[in-house]
């Protein structure tokens, strides 16, 4: 597969009393947490791409601007669907959203970076020395 705008991706769960903002610690009530949500858009967009990851790169999320606009109670299925909209050398930009049974719930614009794998961890297990 060629790395280029126009790739989409979806994914689907279901909320469990896991996934919601007071097990997630980002608020007290039983309904689809945030973070669970931008964790599900960032899995999507990464997993679009890895298939034309060459042997030893891979991507990295950098940046995110997602609203989160509907609340979700536990026992809902959620869809996130994502889309490669630009590709800036080693930059790659997706448009990102997730919806319930009863619409939309989420959106934004999630930002992924290509990186050489163990370079990158090399540098990131440096920090600890």
């Keep these: 597969m060629e790395l280029k705008p126009g790739i989409k991706k979806s994914n689907e769960m279901i909320v469990t009393k896991e996934l919601c903002a007071n097990a997630w610690g980002s608020g007290g009530l ?3 947490a945030t973070p ?12 679009s791409v890895e298939p034309c990851m ?3 790169r891979s991507t990295v999320g950098t940046k995110l601007d997602v609203s989160h606009m509907s609340a979700s109670p536990v026992g809902a299925r959620i869809t996130c669907e ?3 909209v630009e590709v800036d050398g080693r930059r790659l930009v997706f448009k990102v959203s997730a919806s319930d049974d009863a619409g939309l719930i989420g959106e934004g614009m999630h930002e992924r970076f290509i990186i050489n794998t163990e370079k990158f961890m090399a540098r990131t297990e440096a920090k600890l020395k």
Excluded: D, F, K, P
Aim: no cysteine; hydrophobic share 50%.
């Design 30 to 32: 039983e309904v689809y």
């Design 36 to 47: 669970a949500m931008i964790a599900l858009m960032e899995n999507t967009a990464w997993a």
């Design 54 to 56: 060459e042997e030893g």
């Design 82 to 84: 994502s889309e490669l």
